[in-house]
């Protein structure tokens, strides 16, 4: 307890000494459990929160009225992210004492954080399942997909209760580099339609064509077709689901990679 005191420097020391205490093993199952009490929280003031996990479940089982220990491993389990057992450990020492106040917070903070992650886990196990629909229905129509065409959080596809895969499509005005964007462009549905919509007489002008002279009569589409040397693999696509730019940017970083590669090696068949 002097090492405690004395500061973090000496906290190596105090785990010396009551491992020390516990190989003398005494019989009294009492003290034991306060040794290992007091090396749980030794070993959790060093981060080391496994050992300070097990230190804990061990002082508890020897003496069952140790309430620091169901304390202790409490604060450890919330750190390893074992919120069940950190509940169950406020729990059981709730039981041997009702008006503890710290168990009663610490049991709040368990509970809060166990729910937090389920909802989480909940999350992003559905988005898993989206984007692996999303994927094979990619794959069943041997669609070719490139990079950095489309932003995911902005226009998530999606397939409807028919099958038909929705995906946003981007219309792109070269001469003045604007865009317009639509979020949802069924694929069975026609340019057409969209045009009819965007560009009917009642539509309101584009804010930049001052001359209105887009119209629907005078107005020509085209689509690139050409996804460019780096079609996205399946595994690619289910990346930009789910993580989005990120996973543009490294997917960027490899190309660029092969790109270098591929310079190199034309410049040594040139040399040789």
Request: charged share 35%.
């Amino acid at each position: 307890n002097e090492c405690l005191k004395r500061g973090r420097k000496y906290y190596k020391d105090a785990l010396v000494y009551y491992s020390k205490a516990l190989d003398e093993k005494i019989p009294d199952k009492k003290k034991n459990s306060i040794y290992l009490s007091n090396r749980s929280h030794v070993q959790f003031l060093l981060e080391n929160y496994g050992k300070a996990f097990d230190d804990a479940v061990e002082a508890f089982r020897r003496d069952p009225k140790n309430i620091k220990s169901y304390y202790r491993g409490a604060k450890a389990a919330i750190h390893l992210e074992k919120y069940e057992e950190a509940c169950l450990f406020c729990a059981k020492g709730l039981e041997q004492d009702q008006t503890n106040k710290e168990l009663t917070q610490l049991m709040l903070i368990a509970n809060k954080k166990d729910k937090d992650k389920r909802a989480k886990e909940q999350e992003e196990s559905e988005r898993e399942q989206w984007a692996d629909c999303i994927v094979s229905a990619i794959s069943h129509r041997k669609l070719r997909v490139g990079s950095g065409h489309w932003r995911v959080e902005e226009a998530p596809p999606f397939v409807d209760e028919q099958g038909a895969l929705h995906w946003p499509v981007n219309m792109v005005y070269g001469e003045v580099m604007s865009v317009d964007v639509i979020q949802d462009f069924n694929e069975n549905h026609t340019f057409g339609a969209h045009l009819d919509q965007m560009f009917s007489p009642s539509a309101e002008p584009l804010e930049w064509d001052v001359r209105c002279s887009y119209r629907r009569d005078s107005v020509e589409v085209y689509f690139l077709w050409d996804v460019g040397l780096y079609p996205m693999s399946p595994d690619g696509i289910r990346e930009q689901l789910l993580f989005g730019e990120s996973a543009i940017g490294k997917r960027r970083q490899g190309n660029e990679d092969i790109d270098i590669e591929d310079k190199a090696s034309k410049t040594s068949e040139a040399q040789a």
